[in-house]
């Protein structure tokens, strides 16, 4: 709920900019996903949980709103599920204490904190983090690599924490439940019209949707607030609260190096391949003229969170004390450790998530940087070899994106010319080459 999922594509070379080289004596392993006994054990429980919420969703809301909240508490409980059955999360991983221990750090003077939270941490590279209706709260990998000390990560469970206690998920659904019947009898009344029907349906999805986000905005306001007074009132240093939101904002303003054309010839020119230089060769957008295309939607308005730097005005207008800026916190030797291995698991991550194309970029970001050679080198090859599949299978669109000229950096549309460019025997030739080298 900090990021938006859909930035992950266009940003994920951010995350390579501002951490430090990772030296080892070894190879870095992977975390092991193999913890079929806590999946299965938590899975029993969260759907006790959701059966439990459904049952009081229908006592609390007698008539239809009670059955309506109740099944979508169970549709949502059912596609988290599948989530975690699919190992979309690690359990008993290193994040985990450390997570656990700022929320203990945080309940000390905060008692209205739920005692029966539970912790899952995404193989997700995003900052991001959300929790659900019976207190589980996810946490993202990507918050450990991106943010810089544990002040910084329990700003952002105060912030989830803020939605929690506000119950913003319950009020949201409420909400939709009332809207889809105000709506039902909207589009009853365009089907009893003969004159622009579309258009009037389309003004009905469209005001929802503009309703939404305003709606949200205020929620991420309001979580703001809330979760600050809960940092406030643990030993955390109160600035921090602001240095993370701020943190949050680079992520989504900072512009990634660019891969250079040197890296793309030392890792592509191959003992039984030499690199060509038409691999490189750019589709020409020129005559494009994009401003012809007019939104149908206003994107400020799609927003389901505010700018940032009005969060920040609207906390230090609430709180004064905020008015006054530090410098961020040193990281403790803890959190380094993790900020480390978040690093490490990026590549995991999108193999994971079936990222292949932005796991190769990633991969050849990594390699220009020098890091951990034979790691990533690895991973190369990996990606590469689910990119050959792809192609063969003529399926390749899941997994490559199309260049965007609009939407992406000079540096990402070159990559993807690049792989776009490569034949399918290339291609089987530099998965093999790196296949070959990681064993």
């Known amino acids: 709920m900090i990021i938006d999922l859909k930035t992950m594509k266009k940003l994920i070379a951010m995350l390579l900019l501002y951490c430090c080289s990772i030296v080892s004596g070894q190879v870095y392993k992977p975390i092991d996903t193999a913890d079929d006994a806590q999946r299965k ?4 429980g969260f759907s006790q949980n959701t059966e439990n919420i459904g049952k009081k969703s229908r006592s609390d809301y007698p008539g239809n709103k009670g059955s309506e909240l109740s099944k979508i508490y169970k549709e949502f409980g059912k596609e988290f599920e599948k989530k975690v059955k699919e190992k979309d999360f690690v ?10 221990s700022l929320i203990e750090r945080l309940r000390k003077n905060n008692p209205q904190i739920p005692q029966q939270l539970k912790i899952l941490i995404a193989k997700d590279n995003t900052p991001n983090a959300y929790c659900f209706a019976d207190g589980t709260f996810v946490i993202n990998m990507g918050l450990f690599n991106w943010l810089n000390n544990d002040d910084q990560l329990a700003a952002v469970i105060s912030h989830e924490l803020g939605h929690k206690i506000s119950e913003h998920t319950l009020k949201d659904f409420l909400k939709m ?3 889809d019947q105000m709506d039902r009898l909207v589009i009853q009344n365009i089907k009893s019209t003969k004159e622009n029907r579309n258009q009037k349906a389309f003004d009905v999805l469209k005001n929802r949707i503009y309703r939404k986000g305003a709606e949200n905005r205020k929620q991420e306001m309001q979580a703001d607030s809330l979760g600050y007074v809960v940092f406030r009132n643990s030993d955390f240093k109160k600035t921090e609260f602001i240095n993370t939101l701020k943190r949050l904002e680079d992520f989504d303003t900072i512009s990634p190096r660019a891969l250079k054309v040197e890296t793309y010839k030392k890792y592509f020119n191959l003992p039984n391949q ?16 994009y401003s012809h295309f007019k939104e149908k939607l206003n994107k400020d308005s799609l927003k389901s969170h505010p700018e940032i730097t009005l969060r920040i005005n609207q906390l230090k207008k609430l709180f004064p004390e905020l008015k006054t800026e530090t410098a961020d916190e040193k990281p403790s030797e803890s959190y380094t450790l993790l900020e480390k291995t978040a690093r490490m698991e990026t ?3 999108f193999y994971h998530s079936e990222d292949y194309g932005v796991g190769v970029y990633a991969s050849l970001q990594f390699l220009q940087d020098g890091e951990e050679e034979k790691y990533y080198k690895s991973w190369l090859g990996k990606c590469f070899a689910k990119i050959y599949e792809a192609r063969k299978n003529y399926n390749l669109n899941r997994y490559l994106d199309r260049v965007d000229p609009k939407n992406q950096s000079e540096s990402y549309q070159q990559f993807l010319n690049f792989m776009w460019n490569l034949s399918l025997d290339e291609i089987k030739n530099i998965a093999d080459y790196y296949r070959k080298t990681e064993s």
């Open 41 to 44: 054990a938590f899975l029993a």
């Open 91 to 100: 359990f008993n991983s290193v994040f985990d204490a450390k997570v656990k």
């Open 177 to 179: 439940i009332d809207q």
């Open 274 to 289: 030499e690199f060509k230089d038409k691999w490189l060769k750019k589709e020409d957008f020129s005559l494009y003229n």
């Open 347 to 349: 590549l995991p991550n």
